[in-house]
């Protein structure tokens, strides 16, 4: 696997840690546990990560030494992937012909050094997206920076290369042919999980005790970067809204995570507008957290907010329905797969805050309505489990080794 702008061993919610860091360390050990050996390559960003770092058994991190460890964003890294395919390459030069079976490249960067290495390896290029530039650039959101033709040229180059490509949902199976010219017969659509075990309904108060809130509380959740994409000032300005249509309501915004991407230009973006609409008592800011805290704070959460303005699928959205919190989301891209509208949450169409703080309002108004979510959260996130995805991932590698095959065949006919 390459990971390169994003190490597996990142913790998510902060810098360019997301969800796709716990989609490449899920499946990775995942497909370790069913036989498959995995070797993830990504650049290293300090001088005391050791080369290599078992990440759980048959899975091992290897870092690349690639540009100065420290001070590079990830715009800088387009002028360091010779330097990161050439460590990539010496790794292989060091073991026994035919060491690598299958290459899976995760975002576009990823992608380009796979290219390389699939041809030199002749070994076949899975590819995931996790996020299009075109997509982004289609569903910016206001004031935010457009992604750059540096990277469109990229990924269409690692769409036309790509042995397969994964989708996280049909609709961007959908994306990556009409915007990209995929072929649709190499593109196969594959839901990213859930950790079932980790993420489970539990008691609501206890949760509340022992992550700090208050009980009698209406607390509304946001996890996730702070950057304009993922549309945190939307929960501000629903919460602020809700506020002022219902002083009676106690309501409170708890925002998890930390600045991200175009969110680092203004990193006190969010203090400051919460002092702007006068809430700054009723919204708690917190740092990115372990998995086992991010469960307590889904179940302490009377609902998600799921603001963005672009998603893949949305990971964070399925977490919080397998602890039992529904959510409430934008009807973007892989949301309206992961939100089963009015029986798991609510999807709204646009981001007017009005109508995120109109969901608040009933949500909080109706326990009834609540208790149904609840219950249909937990069912409709129990179709989301990573053994799916790893089964899967299995089909798409073996279909990608015997396309290759046939390639080859048919090149020598």
Not at 392 to 406: E, F, K, P, V
Request: proline letters at 6%; charged letters at 20%; one cysteine or more.
């Amino acid at each position: 696997m390459l990971s390169i702008h994003t190490s597996p061993l990142d913790q998510p919610g902060t810098g360019d840690a997301g969800g796709m860091n716990v989609y490449v360390v899920e499946t990775a050990k995942r497909l370790a546990e069913a036989g498959t050996e995995v070797e993830i390559f990504t650049r290293g960003t300090s001088s005391s990560l050791p080369p290599t770092v078992e990440l759980a058994p048959g899975v091992l991190v290897r870092h690349i030494t690639a540009g100065p460890f420290e001070g590079l964003v990830k715009g800088d890294l387009p002028g360091q992937l010779c330097a990161v395919t050439a460590g990539v390459m010496r790794v292989e030069a060091s073991k026994s012909e035919g060491w690598y079976d299958l290459i899976h490249s995760h975002y576009w960067l990823s992608g380009q050094v796979g290219w390389l290495a699939s041809e030199r390896w002749r070994v076949p290029l899975v590819h995931s997206m996790h996020t299009m530039a075109k997509v982004k650039n289609l569903e910016l959101a206001q004031g935010d920076t457009p992604e750059p033709e540096i990277r469109i040229i990229g990924e269409q180059q690692v769409v036309d290369i790509a042995s397969r490509l994964t989708a996280n949902t049909s609709n961007e199976a959908d994306q990556l042919v009409d915007l990209y010219g995929a072929n649709p017969s190499r593109v196969d659509v594959i839901h990213p999980g859930v950790d079932l075990q980790t993420f489970t309904p539990g008691d609501h108060i206890a949760a509340r005790q022992r992550v700090g809130l208050s009980p009698d509380e209406f607390i509304v959740l946001f996890v996730g970067r702070i950057q304009p994409l993922k549309a945190p000032d939307i929960l501000v300005k629903a919460v602020a809204q809700a506020r002022a249509n219902r002083p009676d309501l106690k309501v409170r915004a708890v925002i998890c995570g930390g600045p991200s991407g175009s969110g680092l230009d203004k990193p006190t973006a969010l203090i400051d507008m919460t002092r702007e609409f006068g809430i700054t008592e009723n919204v708690t800011f917190l740092s990115p957290t372990s998995r086992d805290g991010l469960a307590d704070l889904y179940r302490a959460a009377d609902v998600t907010m799921v603001p963005s303005h672009s998603e893949s699928f949305g990971l964070v959205a399925v977490e919080s329905q397998a602890c039992g919190t529904p959510v409430i989301a934008a009807a973007v891209g892989g949301l309206r797969t992961a939100v089963a509208h009015s029986v798991s949450g609510y999807l709204i169409d646009g981001h007017d805050p009005r109508a995120y703080a109109a969901a608040i309002e009933r949500f909080a108004d109706d326990p009834t309505l609540l208790g149904e979510l609840r219950s249909g959260a937990v069912m409709h996130a129990a179709a989301f489990g990573w053994e799916s995805t790893t089964v899967g991932l299995l089909d798409t590698y073996r279909a990608a080794m015997t396309d290759q095959r046939s390639d080859r065949l048919a090149a020598t006919t």
